[in-house]
């Protein structure tokens, strides 16, 4: 017998569990997020040339599997193609134009802009030869929209929507163990909704590996029912067999909580399902003590689900879940475990300043983190579903959420987007009602509605029963779809008599789904309508519509309504209502784009918050003003609030629930207090002052920012020589960063037809005009001889492949805008022979170091206007009749370094988002401004 020594016997050991490991990682499910490393180019809604000669080929992506053409091609070189990262909204890099569409928020993207409103996108992912035997298959959140995807050639599918998730298997195409192609052609031409809604993959794709045996992608549904402390959870999961084995599999559900302790499990031997059929089992299991999902406290759990095959683990799925009692109550409104809670929401749209709709997660939890600082515990996605990552948001910082479908009907496009966005989101905590329309003018009052709100209504309850239905409606109260939709969804007072709705509809729940839209700008306090700012006091904004106040005190005085969602949260680009041109955001926002409170903010959070608030409005920097009375306003939940002018009483009111108060000041520059008392004792006090002149830059990390994360959200201010925050102030402020990048930057005006972002230009310019002569060796030119003008024929036509010249050399043009020193220009060469030389306006020029086809043209070689190239080449061999041969020669790419970016203040504030680089330690922004002291940011 061979004696093993102890250092082999170990090193056995550690191959042994090494290879245990990898067999293990084989068998169970990964989830790899492939948002880096992708290449960009437009293509052309209706230019096939320009659109790379996509779908043309005389067999396309249609007719025979795997022909897909352009760049939905294997093959396709796209060396010359932007390189990007995900999530990337193009619309948002986009300049503005008064021709563009008003939804969209003007920005020169979608239907009028052919060239702006394909996005192709291309990106290479290597699959080891380990993965064969897996089901592999590639999950996207979301694309904007009426996307085609593409693998390896191989057309996948199409999805028009451009709020569902989807998924589709590549098993079949895949080159284990070598490289793949992953290809997305999205379509942003038609709009879907009537607010901006963003172009391109602005949400992440993952690539997902799986057993054969399988849960199915939002394949678990978890419900709960409490009982004293203890809950009774029933999991139920969809299990898929895309393999041969047959017998039987075992199912262990365990809960865990949310310190990782496992609280609960079950396990259960079933047959596995047959080949390709999807299969649904059964558990329950007890919580004991259960720690329920509140706003306040919003406590999850996780079921974990695993298949065993013989003992082994094939696969591992993580379930999310809260436990927690909704209930809505036709007389005394909404219950969350058992107590009343009124519903105080917002509506919003998806986008942000400077980003557009491509929001990184921090955002998410951001923008959450402000409405809850507001006070508010509810939120509308209205009108569509919403990334996976603001429900994770709202599960983990308690966001009470309607979740809204795009679009009512009762065919497949209809159903199915319901079914999905339902599917996808039905374990969330934070989910409470399933919105399937809004404002559908054509239906609401009619026979129509009714049809397909009973439709998509039941629809619904066959996929969750756990959480009612609404529609927001907007006319024909108490006839159409409001005599049939389980909760009354009523958008705006002006819209009907709510009362008497509910005298007729006793038994029907309701609650406001829009108020407001109401009209404010950040950091203005008179209306001027040439400059298109709408003051920021809360008043009625058009006769039929009421103000903040007016909507909060009829929803709060009326138990039976469950509560009220604000039409919105945060401005968001498109509808400018009551303006047009050149406003290209929306006034409606508490907030404005960047989320910088506006006054009503704090009206809410005195209403609608937990702790006391006093808030004086307006700023007291009225230079010139001196003398005129000027509106004080102050929001504040304290019985009363006195206030003071430079230490003087203007005097003391009282406050009358859920209201504000007013004065009339003559202004006097210096400080303005308003003194809240509670209880006849002074608690806090609100202090306006007037500033000094702007000096120095203040660049400060907002508070709701995910701690240590990599995306960071900075507030720019300027303040006067005693630190003061100048409220007046709109500097243009310059940025720069080290150890990171720059996301976007914005400032809350309305009318900025600011950049949102400064990236690089590129371009993309043809080789034109290519024409050939025939060398007699095939000895290539080192230096240009002078060819006979009058042999040159078009390049390629008629080639006798089987006769062909000992080398050819090809001349062609290319024309250059301008000839600017700090471009940076390449020649992407694509064989059209075996070897080459290549000559830019006569001077031999070399490949790069990096790829041998790439030709690094700087601008001594170049010149403006038309430029000549000629390419001598050794000629490639047709090997088979068939074989179809290269003759585009290449193309030409122009970067344009972006300048220097830079905002400029709006009211006091911009906004600048960042990216920490991974690898970097720190991130350094600096920021800088004429007659300004300049400031930095470490993080
Ligand atoms: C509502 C509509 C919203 C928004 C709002 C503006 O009618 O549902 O999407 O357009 O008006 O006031």
Avoid at 553 to 580: H, I, N, Q, S
Avoid at 701 to 720: F, I, Q, R
Avoid at 912 to 928: F, H
Wanted: aromatic share 12%.
């Amino acid at each position: 017998m061979k004696i093993i020594s102890p250092k082999r016997l170990i090193l056995c050991i550690v191959f042994l569990m090494t290879c245990f490991a990898f067999a293990q990682n084989k068998s169970e499910r990964d989830l790899i997020l492939i948002d880096k490393d992708w290449r960009f180019s437009f293509g052309h809604l209706y230019d096939t040339e320009k659109d790379y000669g996509h779908a043309t080929g005389y067999f396309s992506y249609l007719t025979k599997t795997g022909f897909g053409d352009g760049p939905a091609a294997k093959d396709f070189d796209d060396r010359a193609w932007r390189k990007l990262d995900l999530p990337h909204d193009w619309a948002v890099e986009q300049p503005f134009s008064e021709k563009a569409s008003y939804s969209h928020g003007f920005k020169m993207a979608g239907k009028n802009y052919p060239e702006k409103s394909i996005g192709w996108y291309r990106k290479k992912i290597t699959i080891p030869e380990s993965d064969n035997g897996r089901i592999i298959s590639i999950k996207f959140d979301g694309i904007f929209r009426n996307s085609k995807v593409f693998f390896n050639g191989y057309f996948l599918g199409t999805e028009e929507s451009g709020y569902n998730g989807f998924e589709y298997d590549v098993t079949a195409y895949v080159n284990y163990g070598g490289e793949n192609t992953l290809v997305v052609r999205a379509d942003a031409s038609m709009e879907e909704g009537w607010f901006y809604e963003g172009a391109g993959i602005y949400r992440h794709v993952y690539l997902q590996k799986t057993n054969p045996i399988h849960v199915i992608s939002n394949g678990t549904y978890v419900t709960s029912e409490i009982k004293n402390t203890t809950a009774a959870i029933t999991a139920e999961v969809n299990i898929e067999n895309k393999g041969n084995y047959k017998g039987s599999i075992e199912i262990v559900q365990t809960v865990f909580d949310s310190s990782g302790k496992s609280v609960a499990a079950v396990s259960e031997n079933v047959v596995v399902p047959d080949f390709y059929k999807i299969a649904n089992y059964i558990s329950k299991l007890t919580v004991n003590n259960a720690l329920l999902w509140d706003i306040e406290s919003p406590i999850l759990y996780r079921l974990s689900t695993q298949i065993k095959q013989n003992g082994k683990i094939v696969d591992s799925y993580e379930t999310p879940f809260g436990i927690r009692a909704i209930r809505f109550d036709a007389e005394k409104g909404f219950f969350l475990n058992g107590k009343p809670l009124k519903l105080k929401g917002t509506n919003n749209h998806q986008d942000h300043a400077g980003i557009g709709t491509a929001l990184p997660d921090e955002l998410q939890y951001f923008r959450i983190k402000k409405l809850k600082e507001m006070g508010s515990n509810a939120y509308r996605c209205s009108h569509h579903p919403p990334t996976p990552e603001l429900l994770k948001a709202c599960d983990e910082l308690g966001m009470l959420v309607i979740d809204e479908t795009r679009l009512m009907g009762i065919n497949d496009y209809h159903l199915n987007d319901l079914k999905r966005m339902i599917e996808r989101d039905r374990n969330h905590p934070s989910v409470f009602c399933w919105s399937v329309g809004n404002e559908e003018w054509n239906i609401e009052g009619n026979i129509v509605g009714v049809h397909i709100t009973e439709v998509m209504q039941g629809f619904t309850k066959g996929i969750d029963s756990t959480r009612p239905v609404t529609v927001g409606i907007s006319s024909g109260f108490k006839s159409g779809i409001s005599s049939v939709v389980e909760i009354m969804g009523y958008n705006y007072l002006g819209n009907g008599d709510i009362d008497a709705h509910r005298n007729q509809f006793k038994n029907q729940p309701g609650m406001g789904t829009e108020e407001g839209s109401t009209f404010a700008t950040r950091g203005v306090y008179f209306t001027d309508d040439a400059k298109h700012y709408q003051s920021a006091y809360d008043k009625k904004p058009r006769p039929t519509f009421y103000s903040i106040e007016e909507g909060w005190k009829f929803y709060a005085e009326r138990p039976y309504l469950a509560g009220v969602f604000f039409w919105t949260g945060f401005d968001y680009r498109g509808e400018p209502t009551p303006y047009g041109w050149p406003s290209v955001t929306s006034y409606f926002g508490m907030m404005d784009v960047c989320g910088f409170p506006k006054d009503n903010v704090f009206y809410l959070k005195s209403w609608w918050g937990n702790s006391p608030v006093v808030h004086v409005m307006p700023h007291w920097n009225w230079s010139g003003m001196e003398g005129k009375e000027i509106d004080v306003w102050v929001h504040s939940n304290c019985d009363e609030v006195e206030l003071f002018l430079n230490k003087k009483s203007c005097g003391k009111k009282k406050m009358e629930q859920n209201g504000h108060l007013e004065w009339k000041v003559k202004y006097a520059p210096g400080t303005l207090e308003a003194i809240g008392y509670k209880n006849g004792k002074k608690i806090l006090s609100d202090i306006q002052k007037t500033t000094g002149n702007a000096e120095n830059l203040k660049l400060t990390l907002d508070k709701e920012n995910v701690p240590n994360s990599k995306v960071m959200v900075v507030t720019v201010e300027v303040t006067d020589k005693k630190g003061l925050h100048v409220p007046t102030s709109n500097n243009e402020i310059n940025f720069s960063i080290e150890g990171g990048k720059i996301l976007g930057v914005g400032n809350g005006d309305p009318t900025s037809l600011e950049k949102d972002q400064f990236i690089d230009e590129l371009l993309l310019v043809p080789i034109t005009n290519l024409e050939e002569q025939k060398l007699a060796s095939a000895d290539l030119p080192q230096q240009l001889p002078s060819y006979s003008e009058n042999e040159w024929k078009i390049a390629f036509k008629d080639r006798d492949y089987k006769n062909q010249a000992p080398a050819y050399v090809y001349l062609g043009e290319f024309d250059l805008k301008n000839n600017a020193a700090t471009n940076v220009v390449s020649f992407f060469y694509k064989k059209i022979g075996v070897n080459a030389t290549v000559f830019v306006n006569g001077k031999k020029v070399e490949p790069s170091a990096e790829d041998s086809q790439k030709y690094m043209l700087n601008s001594n070689v170049l010149k403006e206007g038309k430029n000549s190239i000629y390419i001598a080449a050794t000629p490639l061999q047709k090997i088979k009749d068939w074989d179809v041969m290269n003759t585009d020669p290449g193309i030409i790419q122009i970067i344009t370094p972006a300048e220097l970016w830079k905002r400029k203040l709006f009211n006091g504030y911009a906004q600048i988002i960042i990216q920490k680089d991974e690898t970097a330690n720190e991130a350094v922004l600096s920021a800088t401004a004429k007659g300004l002291r300049s400031a930095s940011l470490r993080n």
